[in-house]
C-alpha cells in the first residue's frame, strides 16, 4: 500500500519561531500533498493543495505568510510555520495523492505545541 | 458542493455488543465514501471504502459498511466491539476524478466500555 510519513511526530516550540514539518511519499510519486489541520475533538480542516513545482492553492481564511508550503519535489512536502504563535498549536495531517490511486493517502500527523 | 453528516457525535457501547455509527451525505454526483479511524494523537487510518460495485463493503478490524443510494447513507457497522476500538471515526466523501480531496463528518468518538 501507498505510506506517507511525516517529521517530526510531535515538537514544542517558543512563539515567535518557525516551525518546519515535512511529509514524504515513501513508494509512490505525490503529485498533489494536502496539509490539515485538526483542533481538539473537531475533524480535520483542508488549509492548501500543493502540486508539485507550482504555488500552493490556500483555503479561505488561511494566512499564506503564516503557512508556507513547499512541494519541491514528488515525495516531499513541506509546511513551515512562521512566527508560531500559542494558537497555531494544534494537530497537522498532511496526505497525498499519486496519479493511478482514487483516494488520498494520510500522513501520521505533527502535534506542535507553541510557548 | 458535497457535504457530510455524522450524526452521532459520541456512541457509548459495552464490549462484545453490536453498533453502528451513521453517516448521510449529499452530492449531486457520483461518490466515493470512506470511513477513517483515528486513535489519540495518531493520524488517519482507512477502514474501508466505496467505489463502486457491491454496495456492502469490508473493512480492517471486523467493520463493514453498506451504501444505500436512495438514502444516500453509509452508515459504519461491528457486530462485537473490542474495547481497542475506543477512537474516532471520521466518514468522508469525494467525488471521483481530479484530486480526490474528500470532505469529512465531523466526526463520532465511540467509547467501548468493559
Known amino acids: 500500500g501507498a505510506v506517507v510519513s511525516q517529521h517530526p511526530s510531535r515538537v514544542i516550540c517558543k512563539s515567535g519561531t518557525s516551525v518546519k514539518i515535512e511529509c514524504r511519499s515513501l513508494?509512490?510519486?505525490?503529485?498533489?500533498m494536502f496539509w490539515y489541520r485538526q483542533f481538539p475533538k473537531q475533524s480535520l480542516m483542508l488549509m492548501a493543495t500543493?502540486?508539485?513545482?507550482?504555488?500552493?492553492?490556500?483555503e479561505q481564511g488561511v494566512e499564506k505568510d503564516k503557512f508556507l508550503i513547499n512541494h519541491a519535489s514528488l515525495t516531499l512536502s513541506t509546511l513551515t510555520v512562521t512566527s508560531a504563535h500559542p494558537e497555531d498549536s494544534s494537530f497537522y495531517i498532511c496526505?497525498?495523492?499519486?496519479?493511478?490511486?482514487?483516494?488520498?493517502?494520510f500522513g501520521p500527523g505533527t502535534r506542535l505545541t507553541v510557548l | 458542493a458535497q457535504s457530510v453528516t455524522q450524526l452521532d457525535s459520541q456512541v457509548p457501547v459495552f464490549e462484545e455488543a453490536p453498533v453502528e455509527l451513521r453517516c448521510n451525505y449529499s452530492?449531486?454526483?457520483?461518490?466515493?465514501l470512506f470511513w477513517y479511524v483515528q486513535y489519540p494523537n495518531q493520524g488517519l487510518q482507512l477502514l474501508l471504502k466505496?467505489?463502486?460495485?457491491?454496495?456492502l463493503v469490508k473493512g480492517i478490524n471486523g467493520f463493514e459498511a453498506e451504501f444505500n443510494k436512495s438514502q444516500t447513507s453509509f452508515h459504519l457497522r461491528k457486530p462485537s466491539v473490542h474495547i481497542s476500538d475506543t477512537a474516532e471515526y471520521f466518514c468522508?466523501?469525494?467525488?471521483?476524478?481530479?484530486?480526490?480531496?474528500?470532505?469529512f463528518g465531523r466526526g463520532t468518538s465511540l467509547i467501548v466500555h468493559p
Open positions: 496526505s497525498a495523492h499519486g496519479q493511478s490511486y482514487n483516494e488520498q493517502f
Open positions: 513508494d509512490f510519486q505525490a503529485t498533489t
Open positions: 500543493s502540486n508539485e513545482g507550482s504555488k500552493a492553492t490556500y
Open positions: 452530492s449531486s454526483v457520483s461518490v466515493y
Open positions: 466505496y467505489l463502486s460495485g457491491s454496495t
Open positions: 468522508a466523501v469525494s467525488e471521483p476524478g481530479g484530486s480526490y480531496i474528500p470532505t
